[in-house]
């Protein structure tokens, strides 16, 4: 069975104004939901505390990076044990933009999730081809190596820790959505990659991203291997935000 998640990274958005009207109105919305939704909020680290002042139990709150070093002398950086502190149930991993910007490789990828499974916090470690790539007919298998080299060290009970995000790299932010059958190919891939890699993989949770919006969400979610999204742009603003958690079938689990 596998938890139905929808997660909004803020990214470099937001200002405390934000997080008081955004999990305020969060808040009280997600109580009169009936389908089990989980809601997590991943803001930029400054406004952590604040978020979770605010969130109550219902809303999880994630760190949008930690480092891939347990602690010392790492200006600017936050570790997993420090995202476990302040209250994160869920970190982003391998997100594009830190692929592209911060050279964050493969190899930096499974070394943050090492990072946060010894603190039990569950890594959402983010997958995806670029353009050129799913045009070269490249898609699955970049994201297959993504999946195995980011996840090469998990195993036995710390699969429970791991949350899939499949993100097109040409959908993110950029209003283009992968079709839910195109997606919901890519995630019956990464389930079966998983599979092959010892994982359970029909208990982990898979989530779709990239231009995610209140009237594409559930026909993304309807389909049977997609479980939730991570939401970049739709997340700062509360009411769409609640419309995509809403978006989600009913059911306890999948
Ligand atoms: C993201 O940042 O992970 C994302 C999917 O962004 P957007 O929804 O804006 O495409």
Known sequence: MRRKIVAGNWKMNGSRGL??????????????LDNGVEAVIIPPALYIGDVTSLAGAQIAVGVQNVARWDSGAYTGEVS?????DCGCRYALVGHSERRQLFAETDAVVAEKVTQLLSQGVVAIVCVGETLAE???????????????????????SEWQKIVVAYEPVWAIGTGKTATSSDAQAMHQSIRS??????APAEAISLLYG????ADNAAALFAEPDIDGGLIGGASLVATDFMSIC?????????
């Open 19 to 32: 997080v008081e009207n955004l999990v305020g109105y969060v808040r009280s919305e997600l109580p009169s």
């Open 80 to 84: 997993a044990a420090m995202a476990r």
């Open 134 to 156: 799913r045009e070269a007919g490249q898609a699955e298998e970049v994201v297959a190596t993504q999946v195995r080299k980011g996840l090469g060290n998990v195993s036995g």
């Open 193 to 198: 990659v998983l599979s092959d890699m010892g």
């Open 210 to 213: 990239g231009s995610v919006k």
């Open 246 to 254: 809403q978006a989600m079938p009913a059911g306890p689990e999948r």
